[in-house]
């Protein structure tokens, strides 16, 4: 068995993907956490009230959708046998596998993967716009010697 974990600790990323989907000022689809917006007086949420338009500016560039993107990753697993006696009374030896990639990721990030990068530009460093998830992927192989 081999495994292979990354990590990244301290960063944080702005979460341009959520702002777009809780944004409330459009008749767009919205997320579930639209649900707990503001709506009466003296009700207590992080949630803006939802206005057509947004006239308040509740929208604009906030630390509301900077999150901690640290994460603990299972980048590598694979599980292999090797023998080297004769096995069947026709193979002399060889290896099978099984192998995992991008298995399991701990975090607290809301974002689809805290581990991307949107683009090469400075300004756009750490702003996720729901760029594709790096797959996971199950791979199972065998290397026979006759």
């Not at 301290?10 to 997320?31: C, H, K, L």
């Not at 607290?108 to 702003?127: C, I, K, M, R, T």
Request: glycine share 6%; hydrophobic share 40%; no cysteine.
């Amino acid at each position: 068995m081999s495994a292979e974990f990354t990590y990244s600790s301290g960063n944080e990323a702005y979460n341009a993907t959520r702002r777009s989907v809780e944004a409330m000022d459009n008749f767009n689809n919205q997320s579930r956490a639209a649900v707990n917006r503001w709506q009466l007086d003296g009700q207590v949420t992080n949630m803006p009230k939802a206005v057509y338009g947004d006239p308040m500016n509740n929208n604009a560039f906030s630390s509301r959708w900077i999150e901690d993107a640290s994460y603990l990753k299972l980048k590598y697993l694979t599980f292999a046998y090797e023998f080297d006696k004769t096995f069947v009374n026709f193979f002399r030896s060889g290896k099978i596998y099984v192998a995992g990639e991008n298995l399991l990721t701990w975090t607290d990030y809301l974002g689809l993967d805290p581990e991307f990068a949107y683009s090469y530009a400075e300004a756009l460093q750490g702003v996720d716009y729901a760029k594709a998830v790096i797959p996971r992927s199950v791979k199972f192989g065998f290397n026979l010697n006759f």
